[in-house]
């Protein structure tokens, strides 16, 4: 029993979302004595060759080319659909970043197979058998969800599943492939780093949002300065980008990015079921507003009711000083 996975080689190295994928495929596949593969794509990648190979890896399928060093959807997924029909995996476990989210249901129509998108939990049985977990209805019902055919494809939620245990003894096979005849399609030439911040929202494990609370475009500065100090992103209400105060791809919520950071701090953010939907599985959850009826309270772990003009430069220098470097 195979489970595969896909790995994105970007920036000169790999993203965290793919090692969750192969760090939840190591664990399945533990469990039920089967072994682990994945589909390596980019340019120069042999660094993450040696990466892979530690954090639980048993096979490596390597296309390295300088084609395939921008992003494009029809290379990249038939690079994986390639591999996919030589090898015969039972699951394949896709990162549902902003590419693997175009990937998995093009592999799925190619293959004539059924994805399950934004899974936030999956079980393997010993007879390969995927049964994974993904939200509906805004996130208020979860659904369990089987596959009547394979391979059983599901793209999984961003920061949701933990990276795998670092193995430096490991051994994996290493396969070099050459990427067959792709259908022509868009390739994408530049990313061009987010207003929001240097961290793709949907990977970041700090998030800082702004709501109307903070009346104007001008005082996001204060947000950007917090996020920096924590390392984090900077995020937007859709009452925000309405106003034209944020661009769109700042936005969380149901109509934006759903996100799921290990800290989510909403500033001016009143919690309108809108918002409230992309953001409320996030692992701890700070609201800071003035007004003490306002809805976030309801679900954040920390409430501070007060003037974010205030709270947010008071808070940015705690940090500092909580994340300072300890002189010895």
């Known amino acids: 029993m195979t489970i595969l996975t896909v790995a994105e080689f970007r920036a000169g190295g790999l993203g965290k979302p793919a090692l969750e994928a192969l760090g939840e495929a190591r664990r399945q596949a533990d469990l039920v004595?089967?072994?682990?593969?994945?589909?390596?794509?980019?340019?120069?990648?042999?660094?993450?060759?040696?990466?892979?190979?530690?954090?639980?890896?048993?096979?490596?399928?390597?296309?390295?080319?300088a084609a395939l060093e921008n992003y494009s959807l029809e290379k990249y997924a038939s690079a994986v659909a390639q591999v996919v029909e030589a090898h015969k995996p039972d699951v394949v476990l896709i990162p549902g970043t902003v590419h693997?989210?175009?990937?998995?249901?093009?592999?799925?129509?190619?293959l004539g197979v059924g994805a399950a998108a934004?899974?936030?939990?999956?079980?393997?049985?010993?007879?390969?058998?995927?049964?994974?977990?993904?939200?509906?209805?805004?996130?208020k019902a979860r659904a369990r969800v089987s596959f009547c055919g394979r391979p059983q494809i599901a793209s999984l939620r961003p920061n949701v599943f933990a990276?795998?245990?670092?193995?430096?003894?490991?051994?994996?096979?290493?396969?070099?492939?050459?990427?067959?005849?792709?259908?022509?399609g868009a390739v994408l030439r530049e990313v061009a780093a987010a207003s929001g911040g240097k961290v793709e929202l949907s990977e970041a494990r700090v998030i800082v949002a702004g709501g109307r609370g903070l009346k104007g475009p001008e005082h996001f500065d204060m947000l950007e300065k917090l996020a920096e100090v924590v390392g984090g992103a900077v995020g937007?209400?859709?009452?925000?980008?309405?106003?034209?105060?944020?661009?769109?791809?700042?936005?969380?919520?149901?109509?934006?990015?759903v996100v799921n950071p290990e800290l989510y701090i909403a500033v001016g953010i009143s919690g309108a079921i809108q918002h409230l939907v992309g953001m409320q599985t996030s692992k701890t959850i700070v609201a800071i507003n003035k007004d003490p009826e306002a809805p976030i309270f309801k679900i954040a772990d920390y409430g501070v009711v007060g003037d974010a003009f205030e709270v947010v430069p008071l808070l940015t220098e705690e940090f500092k000083k909580a994340l300072a470097p300890v002189s010895v």
């Open 33 to 65: 004595g089967g072994k682990t593969g994945v589909v390596l794509i980019g340019h120069n990648v042999d660094p993450a060759v040696a990466t892979l190979t530690r954090y639980g890896a048993d096979e490596i399928y390597i296309f390295d080319s």
């Open 118 to 139: 934004d899974c936030i939990g999956i079980k393997v049985a010993p007879d390969g058998a995927l049964e994974a977990v993904r939200p509906l209805y805004s996130g």
């Open 100 to 110: 693997g989210r175009e990937i998995a249901p093009w592999l799925a129509s190619r």
């Open 236 to 257: 937007a209400s859709r009452m925000v980008v309405d106003l034209g105060w944020k661009p769109h791809d700042m936005q969380v919520g149901q109509t934006g990015k």
């Open 163 to 184: 990276v795998g245990d670092v193995n430096d003894s490991r051994a994996a096979n290493s396969h070099r492939m050459a990427l067959g005849e792709a259908p022509a």
